[in-house]
């Protein structure tokens, strides 16, 4: 690959292709396969005299190596989709430093112009995103979007809105939109993450009084929201087939219905993580790992699960169990399948997590086994699911003919 790359002398070549892009980044080869990225900062220039006694304008460069390594040639899935994240932590971290440099060398900071358009600035502060949780990100900034644009007192701003044209009654009326619009608990995810955006322009001075203070979405932690898929439900989807089907969503969708797992643990998934002469699947939670001691989760594998699972072709055990596309792609394809199915409700991916837990609850389960499973690092996560258990016995028991003795 580096015959490709404009390969330097010293065995270095820039990533930056912007001449006006200053810090710039590049990466050094080295002989282990792998190549150092760096980052080059150019402070201006001195005079200095030639061996020749010529005189010239040298220029002043520091040299940052960030500890960051790409695969000069990737093996595999996994090797390329690591060189993909660190290219994106290094690109983030080169437009810090050069944030910082017009702030110390050029006294101003240009994301401080509060006549910036704020959607731009939101879509920026996307493009340099690089944690797990972008998509409900981009989520948040969709809704935004189509609030201005539906909204009678607002549809001007819906191509340009300026940062202190955000006030406290917009965001009231912005919350009433986003529990119109979304299901579940998707008003207050966009709207958390509307919000980590808007401190995040405060703290880079784009944003001076907050206008998301005291404006709130409660949402009764202890009632599931979401659609469910009922035992006689998950027969009658994983019974069903239709021509062009993606048999790795299938075996991951139906993995998730019966473990609980996440999407994005699902995708993660390796064999590496199948512990086959013990029958147990070990994973750690993306959504709470390095923050919670209970990201570890221990289940237990039967022999449906094993042959759902499968073994690695090629040995490799770091290879993916599910070659999942996007998540996107994925929640398409689900949602044709359960109308194939003939099943009318909204189902998502997380609606596997939820119908996991009340079917095992309602199977006999108790709520510590529950609360392990899932990976709850207490109850007051799976307590809910007990609450829906109880209202589906007493719908049950309603569903009975009346009694007339």
Request: one cysteine or more; hydrophobic letters at 35%; aromatic letters at 10%.
């Amino acid at each position: 690959m580096a015959t490709n790359k404009n390969l330097r002398s010293d065995n270095t070549y820039m990533i930056s292709t912007d001449s006006t892009d200053n810090p710039k980044l590049g990466a050094k080869l080295l002989r282990n396969g792998k190549e150092s990225l760096f980052i080059d900062i150019y402070l201006g220039y001195v005079g200095a005299v030639s061996a020749a006694g010529k005189q010239y304008m040298k220029s002043i460069r520091h040299r940052e190596y960030l500890k960051l390594y790409l695969w000069s040639s990737p093996r595999n899935r996994e090797e390329r989709q690591l060189n993909k994240d660190t290219l994106e932590l290094a690109k983030q971290i080169r437009f810090e430093r050069a944030q910082k440099l017009l702030d110390s060398i050029e006294g101003y900071r240009l994301k401080k112009d509060r006549d910036i358009n704020f959607l731009n600035y939101f879509q920026s502060y996307i493009d340099s995103y690089t944690k797990k949780d972008i998509r409900v990100v981009e989520l948040a900034l969709r809704r935004f979007k189509e609030f201005l644009a539906e909204s009678k007192e607002y549809y001007n701003y819906s191509d340009y809105i300026r940062p202190n044209q955000i006030d406290r009654d917009m965001m009231e009326k912005f919350v009433d939109f986003l529990n119109g619009k979304c299901h579940g608990e998707g008003a207050k995810t966009a709207f958390s993450r509307f919000k980590k955006v808007i401190r995040y322009a405060m703290d880079e001075g784009v944003i001076v009084k907050d206008p998301c203070r005291h404006v709130t979405i409660r949402v009764d932690e202890c009632i599931i929201k979401k659609d469910v898929l009922s035992m006689e439900e998950i027969v009658q989807l994983l019974s069903t087939h239709y021509p062009g089907e993606n048999p790795d969503i299938r075996r991951a969708f139906a993995l998730s219905l019966y473990t609980g797992m996440r999407w994005c643990d699902v995708r993660d998934l390796t064999f590496a993580d199948i512990d086959y002469s013990n029958r147990l699947l070990r994973y750690e939670q993306n959504k709470t790992k390095g923050r919670s001691a209970s990201s570890g989760v221990m289940i237990p594998l039967n022999d449906g699960l094993l042959r759902l699972i499968g073994e690695p072709d090629d040995k490799d055990r770091n290879s993916p169990v599910f070659p999942l596309p996007s998540h996107t792609m994925c929640l398409k394809a689900l949602r044709h399948w359960v109308c194939k199915a003939g099943i009318n409700k909204h189902i998502t991916w997380h609606c596997a997590r939820h119908s996991f837990a009340l079917n095992i609850l309602n199977n006999g389960a108790n709520i510590k086994t529950v609360a392990s499973l899932l990976g709850h690092s207490g109850l007051k996560n799976t307590e809910k699911y007990v609450r829906a258990v109880d209202a589906l016995k007493e719908a049950a028991i309603n569903s009975l003919p009346e009694l007339d003795i």
